[in-house]
């Protein structure tokens, strides 16, 4: 064998132990989701590399390649696309073409990417909006709220609850030829976090009269005191979201002081006058037992309580919507969870189910056995897979159905 061979051998080996990640068994088109995930991993390498060179912040990086993915309000001859804002706050605006008599639905959605990245313009959000517009032949509103690390909590909730609140006055809805009874807000991952939030927060807000129909929360993050459930145990290192960047995410979202996330990623952050917080992420008590496997619940692990102080937002239910009282869940609307077997988050969705059932809320849990996180990311060429059109038919039928 020529020195030229044994390079391209050595190089091909390399290249093979770069891309391969083990992928759970029951997910189809493995090979395709493990390059997609090796590209995702480089380009978090990238952002890593970029940060300690001092040149970039780790987030600025992420939003520069997702920011790649962004499209124009392209109107198409379903559906009438624009640019606009709701009390000062940006969203892009879906409203179906087709004539028809009477009031439409209306969805409000809000885009994921851990609070720092993302947006409404993003390719696969840009498609799953119009699919409902023309769909349901309902008025879609996508949110475009600032992100982190240039802006903290509570910003990303009140650009959300600012759009929604001003949507929600009859006179928007008259405009916009809306049912004031048939209004759905949606959310995946941080977005349906912030769905979850604005949806409990509305609850208290005597100025709004217009109650929500349903609320879709696609693979929320929900909680923030324990990052250590069987779901962050069991997909650590699961595509797209490992645990690691989910813990960034989470602390980015409250500050860029790099403690927070220590704490969080040793699962130590949590002061000890919060304790009394525990008892409403208690997985040993939350989870059927089918998701506990043979995990062994451990009593937590206190922090120190300058970072509570300092940082409150974590431990509000604003940013954590399971960190409320059962009297608060009552007069939630009717709920739809969307959890993935293979996700860090896959607890925090089944948790608020358990929670909101207990109290009597109607809950649709639709768990998926062979998704991983963000999986409606993935309905756009050429990184699309069968599983993300088989989940966003699903979501959007159960919409159609129930909206
Ligand atoms: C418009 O709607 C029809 C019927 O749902 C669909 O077949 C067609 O692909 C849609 N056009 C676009 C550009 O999405
Ligand atoms: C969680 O639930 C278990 C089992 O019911 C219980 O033993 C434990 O004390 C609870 N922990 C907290 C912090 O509420």
Known sequence: ???????????????????????????????????????????????????????????EVLMMI?????????????????????????????????????????????HG???????????????????????????????????????HFPVQFEDVY????????NSVLAQYGVDPNRICISGDSAGG??????????LDDLEVKVKLKIQALLYPALQTLDLDLPSYKDN??????????????????????????????????????????????????????????DHVYASPIYGSSMLGKKYPGFLDPRAAPLLVDDTKLLGLPVTYVLTCQHDVLRDDGIMYVSRLREVGIEVIHDHIEDAIHGVLMFITSPTDLALGHRVANRYIEWLNINL
């Open 193 to 202: 976090n912030l769905a979850a939030a604005v949806a409990q927060q509305l």
């Open 236 to 293: 650590e290192n699961k595509p797209i979201l490992p645990k690691s960047l989910m813990v960034r995410f989470w602390s980015e979202y409250f500050t860029t002081d790099v403690s927070l996330q220590e704490a969080m990623a040793s699962n130590r952050h949590v002061p000890a006058e919060s304790s009394h917080l525990f008892r409403f992420v208690n997985w040993s008590n939350l989870l059927p037992e089918k998701f506990k496997k």
């Open 113 to 151: 990417g851990g609070w720092c990245v993302g947006g409404s313009a993003m390719e696969p959000y840009d498609l799953l909006s119009r699919w409902t517009a023309n769909k349901l032949n309902a008025v879609v509103v996508s949110v475009e709220y600032r992100l982190a690390p240039m802006y």
């Open 66 to 110: 997702t920011s790649l993915e962004y499209t124009a309000p392209i109107s198409d001859e379903n559906v009438t696309v624009t640019d606009t804002k709701f009390n000062n706050v940006p969203a892009r605006l879906y409203m179906p073409r087709k004539q028809s008599s009477g009031l439409k639905r209306a969805v409000i959605y809000i």
């Open 162 to 169: 600012t759009v929604v609140k001003f949507f929600l006055q």
């Open 1 to 59: 064998m020529g020195t030229k061979s044994l390079c391209l051998l050595l190089a091909s080996v390399l290249v093979a132990y770069y891309v391969y990640t083990p992928i759970p068994e029951n997910i189809e088109e493995r090979w395709k989701l493990m390059l997609i995930n090796a590209g995702f991993r480089t380009v978090s390498h990238v952002a890593e590399f970029a940060e300690w060179l001092d040149l970039m912040h780790y987030m």
